[in-house]
Each structure stands twice: as C-alpha cells, then as structure tokens.
C-alpha cells in the first residue's frame, strides 16, 4: 500500500493549495536535478565523442502522487472537475510552492491532469505533473531591497542571479553592478531593468531605448556591490537569487 505522508505537506499552484481540493501527498516522491543541454558530437575516424554545451539546463518534470479525498458534501468527480479548472485554467509558467522545501519555489505550468485510479465516491489517487523551469529561485532573494550608494548584497547560491533593478531619478545615469557598467539616458522619474527578460520599463512604457548597455546586469556569487553617478534618489533591487 502506498504510503501517505503524516505531515501534511502540500504543494501551491497559482495561489491555490493541494490541500484545498483534498490531496494527500504520497511519500514516495522523486525530486529530480536539470540536465545541462549538452549536443554529442560522433567525428567519423576519430575516437570518442565532443560535446558542444549548448549553455543551458532544460525544464524538469515535478510529479506529485497523491490520494484524494472527497469534502465539502462534493463527489470525487466533481473534485477532479474542480482540480482541472485550476491547474489547465492557467496561461504561461505560475509559482510553485512546495512544503518539502519552504526555502523556494519554481515556475511551472500544467499541461494534462492524468484520469483519477481506484474511484469511488470518497477517495480517489492521481498523479500531478508538472513541467517546471530549470531554476528555483530563492524566497529570500525574491524580496526586493532598498540598496544606498555602495550597498551590498550577497549572493549565496552557486549560479548567478538575473535581477530586477529599478532606478529612481532624472537625466543621464552611469549605473554599476560591480564593474559592469549600465548607461541609462535621458531618464524620467524612473527605469526598471528586468535583466531575465531583457527589457526595460516604467509603469505603462516600454524603454530598451533608454538603456545603452546589453545585456543587461547579472549578479556574481558572493559579495555584488552597486554604484552609480548622476541624479539618483533610489535604487530597489529583487536579486531572484536561484539554484537548481
């Protein structure tokens, strides 16, 4: 018989709980690691392979075995009508939580809920799947951060980070994430950098046009430190510290 985990452990989608449509999570879980995005290269003559490292993880697949018990006066299939609006109901990746693990979280969609096994109209059992980016990313590190002039932040994780950094001021401003060096010109008011997506914005406005610098900022691991020169009054960071 499989085994159900005491604790009630649970995972967030989206800003719902598995706990809120009766999942129980199984014990017997796998947590898999990303596989670098390697091309095998076979030269004819020549023995053994190359490989050319393409530069990136590729997307996992978290799976979450569960049972599923009927509540609220609702029948297992209606429970499952439920579970499917939430999880399929979705557009593009959403937050992942997981009490396995308090300290992060993923991005994942959900593509196809499995046919629920052993029905009746109190328990069911199901697996759900999710396809998840590489990275997870650090609850700490995705707080945003009010940083002075030579402020530091420290980044602990072992790969570097892709922050969103928005600076507040007016005119032409020379930006430094250590030694790297971000012009900004002509700013009103404020910019945020999104240095993931490789865009640069303000409420309502789109405004790569304003930076002269690409690409954008990355934060080392260890001790990254931020200057800057010209009209700034503020500067917000959200590291996005991640791992895998």
């Known amino acids: 018989m499989e085994r159900v985990l005491k604790v009630p452990n649970y995972f967030e989608f989206a800003g719902r709980k598995s706990t809120e449509f009766g999942m129980r999570i199984l014990a017997d879980r796998s947590f898999p690691i990303p596989e670098r995005d390697v091309q095998r290269i076979e030269a004819p003559g020549i023995s053994g392979d190359?490989?050319?490292?393409?530069?990136r993880f590729k997307n996992i697949t978290m799976d979450y075995p569960v049972n599923i018990y009927?509540?609220?006066d609702l029948t297992i299939a209606q429970i499952c009508g439920e579970l499917s609006k939430w999880l399929r109901g979705r557009q593009g990746y959403n937050k992942l939580f997981d009490t396995v693990d308090e300290r992060y979280y993923r991005y994942a969609q959900c593509f196809a809920t499995p046919d629920v096994k052993d029905v009746n109209t109190r328990f069911g059992s199901n697996s759900i799947s999710f396809d998840c980016k590489p990275y997870k990313y650090s609850i700490?590190?995705?707080q945003t951060f009010v940083v002075s002039q030579?402020?530091?932040l420290q980044n602990v994780e072992i790969f570097p980070a892709l922050p969103v950094i928005t600076i507040y001021g007016n005119g032409d401003i020379n930006f430094f994430v250590n030694n790297y060096k971000v012009v900004l010109k002509g700013i009103q008011g404020q910019i945020t950098i999104d240095s993931e997506r490789q865009i640069a914005y303000k409420p309502g406005t789109l405004l790569n046009n304003k930076v002269n610098t690409y690409p954008f900022?990355?934060?080392d691991v260890g001790e990254n430190r931020f200057t800057w020169t010209g009209n700034v009054t503020k500067v917000e960071v959200t590291p996005n510290w991640r791992t895998i």
Request: neutral net charge.
């Open 50 to 55: 190359n490989f050319v490292d393409q530069g």
């Open 140 to 142: 700490t590190g995705s």
């Open 217 to 219: 900022p990355q934060l």
């Open 150 to 152: 030579n402020g530091r």
């Open 70 to 72: 009927a509540y609220n």
